[in-house]
């Protein structure tokens, strides 16, 4: 029953997401969409110059933070939607949680691809990871990626 949208650009996946977030109960915010963009999109390759020494970034829009913003009663009553939020961090989890309590999400889910990486993160079947309300202080553990989703849904699921 889900249905795909698919996009190409964070600026396509912002207007995707508040375009149907009206229509559900909660988001679960795991994309790793990159803070910043180029300021001038060109339609083509730039040619080599060694002219060129600067790119200029701009920030892309906090799509996460807009969710939680814009949140309604929904179809879940008076809770109202939910959002979870994740937070890569590789000098600590409690970044991590503060920063998606600020940001308003109900769930955060921190990790550390970093932490091992002979054990678990990027390319392996374990991470590093803490899931709970936003604010609090983490404590991560080793868990198989699979058994992080299971408790994303079932702790979504509790809210």
Do not use: Y
Request: charged residues 25%.
């Amino acid at each position: 029953g889900a249905k795909i949208v698919r996009v190409r650009t964070s600026l396509e996946m912002h207007e995707a997401a508040l375009a149907h977030w009206p229509s559900h109960d909660a988001a679960i915010c795991a994309a790793a969409v990159a803070d910043f963009r180029p300021a001038q999109r060109e339609s083509g390759k730039i040619a080599a110059s060694r002219e060129m020494r600067t790119l200029e970034l701009v920030p892309n829009p906090d799509i996460l933070g807009e969710l939680c913003g814009s949140r309604h009663a929904g179809r879940l009553g008076e809770g109202g939607q939910k959002v979870v939020g994740f937070a890569l961090e590789t000098t600590g989890l409690e970044r991590g949680s503060q920063k998606l309590s600020k940001k308003g999400a109900d769930l955060a889910v921190c990790n550390d691809p970093l932490a091992d990486p002979t054990t678990g993160g990027f390319g392996k079947d374990r991470t590093w990871a803490w899931i709970g309300p936003a604010g609090q202080n983490p404590s991560g553990e080793w868990m198989p990626k699979s058994e992080l989703a299971r408790r994303i849904l079932s702790s979504l699921e509790a809210l």
